[in-house]
């Protein structure tokens, strides 16, 4: 049986590490072929690459400071040149800063900002005027976030470059639509990982004690509702957010760690 990805294309940004590399292997998995961006991480964006080809599928690492225009603009000219076209876009690198409103500065904005939010608007102009190029429509889904939903203190201006995501899926699948491309967003909840282990040991168990689903979440819990939001069968979905959260958005308690 063929699989329902079978001859696609993939870009997936932020690629060398969890989420992102749980991304580019599923889509791969699901017959994609992909290329995972990666900024200064080499080695970690090989061995997901090297992953994807040891399991029979097709990818290559890309190495691009994505807070750039013209680098995202490059980013999809590179897929095109590997693999011939671009079918889907996952605007997965983003970074998180951790600071108080009050002691927020203007390099930590702007460093938020160039990334999350216009390194993300920027990939996704320069994709979707490949994927209308090629004449039968696209994926665009944005990694977003629940502190672009709920507030967590301390995380206000990362929080409002998630919010901007979320209105960025709606406004743009507006405008895509009539292209055949869909746009939506991930609302992604907390991840077990490795920066979340470090800055908290007990992380699992702290989110697990808050979660209604009883766990935190997983980095291929996110990139299952990847694969679904690239799929046919959500070709009527569009400009929305899909909380991947075990249900803690419903009433948002913070975890014992806070």
């Not at 932020?14 to 900024?39: D, K, T």
């Amino acid at each position: 049986m063929t699989r329902p990805l079978e001859g696609k294309v993939a870009i997936v940004t932020g690629a060398s590490r969890e989420i992102g590399a749980a991304m580019a292997e599923m889509l791969a998995a699901h017959g994609c072929a992909v290329l995972a961006a990666h900024f200064g991480e080499a080695e970690r964006a090989a061995a997901v690459v090297q992953r994807i080809r040891d399991a029979g599928g097709r990818a290559l690492a890309y190495d691009a400071d994505l807070s750039s225009v013209a680098a995202n603009r490059a980013l999809i000219a590179r897929a095109v040149e590997a693999f011939g076209r671009v079918d889907i876009l996952a605007a997965n690198a983003g970074l998180t800063i951790s600071a108080p409103f009050l002691d927020t500065t203007e390099d930590q904005w702007d460093t938020l900002f160039n990334l999350n939010v216009k390194g993300s608007f920027f990939a996704a102009q320069a994709a979707a005027r490949q994927m209308i190029a090629q004449g039968d429509g696209g994926r665009i889904i944005f990694s977003a976030s629940v502190t672009g939903v709920q507030v967590i203190p301390g995380l206000s201006a990362y929080g409002i470059t998630k919010a901007a995501l979320r209105h960025m899926a709606k406004t743009l699948a507006c405008e895509l639509g009539p292209y055949g491309i869909t746009v939506n967003a991930l609302g992604i909840g907390a991840i077990l990982n490795e920066r979340n282990r470090t800055d908290d040991p007990e992380y699992e168990a702290h989110w697990n004690s808050v979660t209604p689903t009883g766990r935190v979440g997983l980095p291929a819990d996110v990139a299952q509702a990847l694969i679904f939001l690239a799929s046919p069968g959500a070709a009527h979905i569009t400009g929305q957010t899909l909380m991947i959260d075990g249900g803690w958005t419903l009433t948002s308690p913070l975890p014992p760690s806070s």
